[in-house]
């Protein structure tokens, strides 16, 4: 990467800090992934916006990265730049309201609820992921998703202008928003909870998490759920019923506990992973002609 760019970089992100040639194995939950030409960690949303602005202007491709737990990642890694927003987490009560930047991860936003005594987050006290790519992808638990509670997001759009969008604007549906198809990137959310008890708010987060390691695979390296669920089905249920459950390619396992899960038995590579999607898209689509839609995120080059 030509220093001339390392130079700028280092003069924008005067907070933040930048790495070169930084394993994405490091920074993804399948812990899989090759080098990031350059990873940088904006300190605040003012070197957010001017990063991004920086890039675009220069045509410099980036790829915005939250807490990496919805992704698999090439061995050849991430060409230009990854910008990584965990610093961005600042999180705001005003009454029945949080307003939370987007690298702020749900299990604390959850926390910051339960001692506010806000009830309406708890589904996603145990999603292992942030604020923005939560709201990118509608993720959602044990019924609710992110379109119940999310009432407005800041977004920076393709021409660096700051937009606000209305619930009714994210066009949220299954694992869907508008952001999907634009080059925005969301910068914080305003999420509407309501009162509620502290003890019945912690026992049912504490419910939810019991669920949760009883069913998954938390043992293992993984990107959570690998399929989108088919419409009439569930993707766990045609793996199993498919004869997969256990199967494995190199160290890429479907897990015996959730066969919903791939996970990583230890040196999983990017290409067992994606071969074993590959083949439990093929033999479900054979055996019982439903489609299956990978719903994490592949990326870098293959």
């Known amino acids: 990467?030509?220093?001339?760019?390392?130079d700028k970089l280092k003069e924008i992100l005067k907070e933040g800090k930048l790495y070169l040639n930084e394993p994405m194995k490091r920074h993804t939950s399948f812990k899989i992934g090759g080098p990031a030409d350059v990873l940088a960690v904006p300190g605040s949303r003012d070197e957010l916006i001017n990063l991004i602005a920086y890039l675009r202007q220069e045509k410099i491709p980036f790829f915005i990265l939250g807490n990496g737990t919805n992704l698999l990642v090439s061995e050849k890694g991430i060409r230009g730049v990854v910008v990584k927003l965990s610093s961005l987490r600042n999180v705001i009560v005003e009454g029945t309201k949080i307003i939370a930047e987007a690298g702020a991860s749900l299990s604390y936003i959850a926390n910051v609820a339960l001692v506010h005594e806000l009830t309406g987050f708890e589904f996603a006290s145990g999603i292992p992921g942030t604020l923005g790519g939560a709201i990118v992808m509608n993720a959602g638990a044990y019924g609710p998703e992110m379109k119940d509670v999310v009432e407005k997001v800041e977004v920076l759009d393709e021409n660096n202008n700051i937009l606000i969008l209305s619930n009714q604007e994210m066009k949220f549906s299954y694992r869907y928003s508008i952001l999907q198809e634009k080059e925005w990137i969301v910068l914080r959310a305003?999420?509407?909870?309501e009162r509620g008890n502290y003890e019945e708010i912690k026992k049912k987060m504490e419910e939810l998490n019991q669920r949760r390691?009883?069913?998954q695979p938390l043992d293992y390296p993984s990107a959570g759920s690998t399929f989108k669920r088919p419409?009439?089905?569930?993707?766990?249920?045609l793996i199993e019923d498919a004869g997969l459950?256990?199967?494995?390619?190199?160290?890429?396992?479907?897990?015996e506990k959730h066969s919903g899960f791939i996970i990583?038995?230890?040196?999983?590579t990017f290409y067992d992973v994606l071969n074993l999607i590959e083949y439990i898209q093929k033999v479900v689509k054979e055996k019982f002609g439903v489609e299956l839609v990978p719903e994490i995120k592949i990326v870098g080059e293959k």
Do not use: D, H, Q, R
Not at 1 to 6: K, P, R
């Open 190 to 193: 305003w999420i509407s909870l």
């Open 1 to 6: 990467m030509a220093e001339i760019l390392v």
């Open 213 to 215: 390691k009883e069913k």
């Open 245 to 255: 459950k256990g199967y494995s390619i190199g160290g890429a396992k479907v897990s």
């Open 231 to 237: 419409p009439g089905y569930y993707a766990g249920k």
């Open 264 to 268: 990583n038995t230890g040196n999983a």
